[in-house]
């Protein structure tokens, strides 16, 4: 279950703010804008109901310092300072190159059909752009009511209203193509809430590049507030990038272009696209037999987007040129949305090949690659482990691909009565993509210029004969490299050069001294920066959030006297949280555990007479009233900071567990020593932070949960139990049952396969007594090795995760070769005896967990967190009302 994400702007060049009411958010997305340049991404984890400017800034230094150097840079390119260094300090203050005076006019096309809802808020936006539109036109598209008419002469009179009878999203877009006045046709969509600074982008490239034909941009989330849409981001959503990317084919590339640029997906998309009017009368319409409202729902725009190449002409991808989706916000829509894309870009490469004979191997070659390599790959990537992405929805696409190859044809003989029976929109393709160019160049020239980039940037238009252009850079008078662009004929501008110079030559731009290193240059533009650009905005100090209350549930089986020094050790804790004890007596007939818990008024005790650490540390949940859920053990002690140290990630939303070290409180013993030498149970002195990018990131091995840490030192946010597909501790591991452990680790990999956080903080640590005898070791050791062996057995029957499989019949058998090849050498410290104890226990782990899965069925299961009717059945007074810097001794009072 994916936690909700806010969505919302970060502007570098005033202060950075906090960012609050996010009580119900797990993130906050920023968009990184640089005087309203788009630069990147971050997403940081929400606190409370806030996000703190000094998170913020922490997080920009780590992730964007390269991206705002060079926007800076490009900045200084394009827009010399005069006679000043090129810092940071420097930098920061200039503004945007003016608006060109030639700018071209622009014609807005919306294509909507039946969606005045979403219609609304796109033309509201429209009505707010820094460079006005001429006009725009809303093309209505074979509606089933008047809604959409009755909207635009109601609310919106100064957009122009456009039937189109014939239903398809092409159809649309040819009628606004045929009725534009403007110079350049910016399409959207419906769906779409444009940047105010959309069409000025639009149009800079244009007017500054008479070559281009066609301008794509970026395209951010509008929101991401249900689970389709984060997961339809994580498909990989529609936007590419923060680079600007220029693309323009050589006549040898044109002839077999396909292989190449056919995947026109990596342009842009349909509801981000510009085109020159005058280009629609050489390479013809859209083609309405493609996209949304045909049998083929999709490939309009990608079919346009390969035309203007395979005809010769150039293509930019302008992340500038900006707009926000609103994304499906229920499944069901976005399977059908996914399921189309796989038509869609099939039925597209089908039109392509009936149109270009020549393309047609490498048609085929990228439909076999992009069946093979995104399709069937991840599909059966899916089937191996559990993917981020549902399963459904990757074998949506798939299915839709194989749909794609013959839905083309269909939709042509569908197309051709209409186009009988209509009126001529446009013409024709006037040329065919072979035809000789007006401007021809020698194929193999190269022009050689110098160019100096602190004077006034002006375009370089003695090229146009030449393949490509090397420019030698100069910096008052001194060289500084060369960069090589391939311009095939074309005048180049200064933006070009600007892309290509801060891609050659990046930070190496800034002033320094000749002796300065690379690395104190760096450290001294991120000083600069923090110094200067994203000074956090200064306000009334940030209110502490709530701190949430806590539960320490302790499972007990016959052991006082460790049951004791536990509790003791407990008393000393200093906590600003509300707290509550519950131990656990998961052997009541003993009457052994009552005495101890005499000694402790506060404490709550539990009954749970079925055998089983799960049975306890459940049962223990069941009765708690904290927020967070806090396992430990009868045989730990802590230091009296450790409660507050366990419980300081959870300041943060998306962290649902949080892990400590588990330090040896002895090694007097041989027994004790060797268990430490195993590996123990510490876990290392660096905090580390699991999620679900770690646990993909092991693409045929095992996830190693196992690293994580053990519920002898965790706390658990309450709500992560209510998750349906988290749920209890599972009982047929653990202690106490005859896999004998692994209930924390399954816990562990159900969390991060559910998307949440985990994080180990080394400074939450305790200490614990290990076994002292040698028997009481080797029955670990064989438990632990049960219970690995049992876990990973669990993973794949319960969430079909072959993985698990891998580190059974592979990775463990080596791994015991290896250790036996290193006893043999004298260089391991693991004895022959616990070799033999792992084997064994791993040989017996799939039999001892079908054991306990037959107990578990004869026992009952404790049922669902939610439902539990056990919770707080006790008159005892609640001891979470002691709260704010109380000491737990307060509450542990020891009677004499």
Avoid at 278 to 306: K, N, Q, S
Avoid at 721 to 734: C, K
């Amino acid at each position: 279950m994916h936690q909700p994400i806010r969505v919302t702007d970060l502007e570098l060049s005033e202060p950075v703010p906090d960012f609050d009411d996010l009580r119900h958010y797990a993130f906050l997305q920023l968009l990184v804008r640089w005087r309203g340049q788009p630069i990147h991404t971050i997403t940081v984890p929400v606190r409370g109901d806030r996000c703190l400017a000094t998170d913020i800034v922490a997080t920009l230094m780590d992730q964007c310092t390269t991206s705002l150097i060079h926007q800076l840079l490009h900045l200084a390119v394009e827009n010399p300072p005069a006679e000043v260094p090129w810092n940071i300090q420097s930098l920061v203050k200039l503004r945007q190159p003016p608006k060109p005076s030639n700018l071209p006019t622009i014609s807005v096309a919306v294509c909507t059909r039946d969606r005045p809802e979403s219609l609304v808020i796109c033309l509201q936006a429209l009505q707010h752009l820094a460079h006005p539109p001429l006009e725009i036109l809303v093309i209505d598209n074979a509606p089933k009511t008047q809604a959409t008419r009755e909207l635009i002469e109601s609310s919106f009179p100064q957009v122009s209203y456009i039937l189109e009878p014939n239903p398809g999203l092409d159809w649309a877009r040819n009628r606004a193509i045929a009725s534009a006045s403007g110079d350049i046709i910016a399409y959207t969509d419906d769906d779409v809430v444009v940047d105010s600074l959309w069409t000025d982008a639009i149009a800079r490239i244009f007017a500054d590049h008479e070559e281009t034909m066609a301008v794509t941009g970026l395209v951010v989330p509008y929101e991401l507030g249900t689970e389709p849409q984060i997961l339809f981001e994580k498909y990989g959503g529609f936007g590419r990038g923060y680079i600007r990317k220029w693309y323009r084919p050589s006549d040898q590339d044109r002839r077999h272009l396909a292989q190449k640029h056919a995947g026109a997906g990596k342009f842009g998309t349909g509801a981000n696209m510009a085109f020159r009017r005058t280009v629609f009368r050489e390479i013809g319409p859209f083609d309405p037999a493609l996209d949304v409202g045909t049998v083929t729902h999709g490939g309009g725009d990608l079919d346009m987007f390969f035309r203007v190449l395979k005809f010769g002409h150039t293509l930019v991808y302008e992340p500038a040129a900006m707009v926000r989706h609103r994304h499906r916000r229920d499944f069901e829509h976005l399977h059908t949305q996914i399921e189309n894309n796989g038509i869609g870009f099939y039925s597209h490469l089908v039109r392509n090949a009936i149109e270009f004979p020549e393309e047609r191997l490498g048609l085929a070659k990228l439909a076999i690659w992009w069946l093979r390599a995104w399709n069937l790959r991840r599909w059966l990537d899916s089937k191996f482990k559990p993917a981020e992405i549902p399963h459904q929805l990757i074998a949506a696409e798939l299915f839709g691909s194989f749909v794609g190859l013959f839905r083309y044809r269909k939709a042509k003989q569908q197309a051709q009565p209409l186009l009988a029976a209509s009126d001529p929109i446009l013409p024709s393709a006037t040329t065919t993509p072979t035809s000789d160019q007006s401007n021809p160049y020698t194929p193999q020239g190269i022009a050689i210029r110098s160019y100096e980039i602190t004077s006034t940037p002006v375009p370089i238009d003695d090229v146009k004969n030449y393949h490509a252009t090397r420019l030698i850079l100069t910096r008052r008078g001194s060289a500084i490299g060369e960069v090589q662009i391939q311009n095939l004929g074309c005048s180049i501008s200064p933006a070009r050069i600007a892309d290509e110079v801060i891609h050659a030559l990046g930070n190496n731009l800034l002033d320094s001294d000749a002796t300065q290193s690379a690395a104190l240059k760096w450290a001294q533009s991120m000083a600069d920066l923090q110094q200067f650009a994203i000074i956090p905005a200064k306000g009334p100090s940030a209110t502490q959030p709530e701190k949430p209350s806590a539960s320490i549930v302790i499972a007990t089986h016959d052991r006082p006297d460790a049951l004791r020094d536990c509790l003791r050790s407990l008393s000393d804790q200093k906590c600003s949280h509300a707290t509550e004890i519950i131990v656990v007596d998961n052997h009541p007939e003993s009457g052994l555990t009552p005495a101890v818990i005499a000694e402790f008024p506060a404490v709550i005790k539990v009954d749970e007479p079925r055998g089983g650490l799960s049975y306890a540390r459940n049962t223990g949940f069941a009765a708690s009233t904290g927020d967070i859920l806090v396992c430990t053990d009868d045989d730990v002690t802590f230091p009296n900071n450790w409660l507050e140290n366990l419980l300081e990630p959870f300041t943060r939303n998306d962290v649902m567990l949080v892990t400590g070290n588990v330090l040896p409180l002895q090694l007097e013993t041989q027994s004790q020593i060797e268990f430490e030498n195993y590996g123990g149970l510490g876990r290392g002195f660096e905090r580390r932070e699991f999620n679900r990018c770690w646990f993909n990131s092991f693409r045929r091995k095992a996830v190693p949960t196992w690293t994580i840490g053990a519920t002898a030192n965790a706390a658990i946010r309450a709500s992560l139990l209510h998750d349906p597909a988290i749920g209890l501790l599972d009982e047929s591991l653990g202690t106490g049952t005859p896999t004998g452990c692994s209930e924390d680790t399954y816990l562990f990999y159900k969390t991060l396969k559910a998307g949440h956080t985990i994080i180990y903080t080394p400074k939450a640590f305790v200490w614990h007594k290990h076994r002292i005898s040698v028997d009481g070791l080797h029955r670990q050791i064989l438990n632990y090795s049960k219970g690995h062996s049992a876990y990973n057995l669990t993973t794949f029957l319960r969430d079909h995760d072959c993985r698990g499989l891998v580190r059974i019949f592979a990775e463990l058998p080596l791994h015991h070769l290896q250790q036996l090849i290193r006893i043999l050498r004298g260089r391991c410290q693991t004895s022959l005896r616990t070799i033999f104890l792992e084997i064994k226990g791993n040989a017996l782990g799939p039999l001892a967990l079908w054991k306990s899965r037959r107990r578990v069925r004869m026992l009952g299961t404790s049922g669902s967190y939610l439902s539990s009717k056990r919770r707080r059945e006790f008159t005892l007074s609640n001891p979470l009302e002691h709260h704010a810097e109380h000491s737990v001794n307060s509450e542990l009072e020891i009677q004499s």
